[in-house]
């Protein structure tokens, strides 16, 4: 383990920072712990790239923090064998693209950290995956802040990922935003545990605390919510293999503001998105299927009705629909 000191400046303890990094040998044979001290390393316009076998251990989530405002493609980057613990990593923004933490590499190895970050003219990521297999993340917080372009929590593309124990924020602070998504699936797989979620806009296009487009999402034992745009749903469903169990998805606010949203061609016979023991709450509508569209619900408690496009199906069994202060059972085609 090496400790990294704090400097004068927090600029020169960024390049303190820096300099220990390209220090290390680049070959990964050994690990490198480098120790942060409680305080502020500020690496200017640059991003932190970090080398196979480097962990960055902080003092504390919040307590040790690695600012940047690159516009490139984190402010921290990842690699195969590296790792971030027990600190914050955040993008003040200001250029093309934030992003506070970027991983393309297997086996980049993240927990009980904190990511922000702020105003992207394009695009605010507050973690951003791409290309990589069998990532895990734990205990991680994620914000995403801006008045404009795409603003996201966690971005996970082309990518299989477990996250658990986690919570998400994205915040569209004007109508310039063009998406505001808290956690988005595309590509392999997702496994979203013990996950709250919580995606809003002032007067934006769209809003989803999460968009499902990979070819299996699993939703358990978590909290998503969603609000303040011209179309806003809790959970946004491109593909049929998404799963929710044991999960509270609410739409906030009034007008579209849906539980549910689904959006996918019509799948092969006999395959639906899964809904059970879950609580399902919009404005006027939990549910709302697009044109060959399918889900099953079971054992579901839904606060709104279920809207079906021609060429929609869904199936409810034992589910129930809350209206005022009655619940009542539906029928197997959730009427």
């Known amino acids: 383990m090496r400790i990294i000191p704090l400097q004068a400046t927090a600029l020169e303890s960024g390049a303190a920072l820096m300099a220990a990094v390209d220090a290390v040998p680049s070959d990964g044979s ?3 712990v480098l120790k942060l001290g409680a305080g502020t390393y500020d690496l200017g316009t640059a991003g932190l790239v970090l080398k196979r076998g480097v962990f960055l251990e902080g003092s504390g ?5 690695i600012t940047s405002s690159t516009a490139g493609d984190g402010s921290v980057v990842g690699a195969s064998g590296a790792g971030l613990r027990l600190l914050s990593v955040i993008n003040t923004g200001g250029g093309t693209r934030s992003v506070a933490i970027f991983n393309s590499d297997d086996g980049f190895a993240v927990s009980e950290v904190r990511a922000e970050a702020f105003a992207g003219q394009s695009l605010t990521f507050g973690v951003h995956y791409q290309s990589a297999n069998s990532i895990t993340l734990s205990r991680v917080e994620s914000q995403a802040t801006s008045d404009r372009g795409r603003v996201m929590g966690f971005a996970f ?3 299989g990922i477990t996250l658990e124990d986690s919570k998400a924020v994205a915040q569209g602070t004007a109508s310039a935003v ?4 808290g956690v988005g699936v595309a590509g392999k797989f997702g496994f979203l545990r013990r996950v709250f979620v919580n995606a809003s806009a002032s007067n934006g296009a ?3 605390g999460v968009e499902a487009a990979a070819q299996s999402v699993d939703i358990v034992d978590s909290q998503v919510f969603s609000g303040g745009a011209g179309l806003s749903a809790a959970l946004h469903a491109e593909t049929p293999g998404v799963s929710v169990r044991s999960s509270r998805l609410k739409g906030t606010g009034t007008g579209g503001a849906l539980g549910i949203y689904a959006d996918f061609p019509a799948p092969p016979p006999g395959v639906r998105m899964g ?4 609580s399902i709450e919009g404005y006027e509508t939990s549910v709302y299927l697009k044109a060959g569209s399918t889900a099953r619900l079971g054992h579901a408690t839904l606060y709104g009705g279920v809207f079906m496009e021609q060429g929609a199906s869904a199936l409810c069994l034992f589910t129930f629909k809350t209206v005022q202060q009655d619940t009542l059972p539906v029928d197997s085609n959730c009427l």
């Not at 063009?178 to 998504?181: A, H, L, P």
């Not at 809904?275 to 879950?278: F, G, R, T, W």
């Open 30 to 32: 050994q690990t490198w």
């Open 157 to 159: 593309d082309q990518v």
């Open 206 to 208: 769209r809003s989803f």
């Open 275 to 278: 809904i059970d023991q879950s």
């Open 61 to 65: 989530v919040g307590v040790s923090r």
């Open 178 to 181: 063009e998406s505001v998504i």
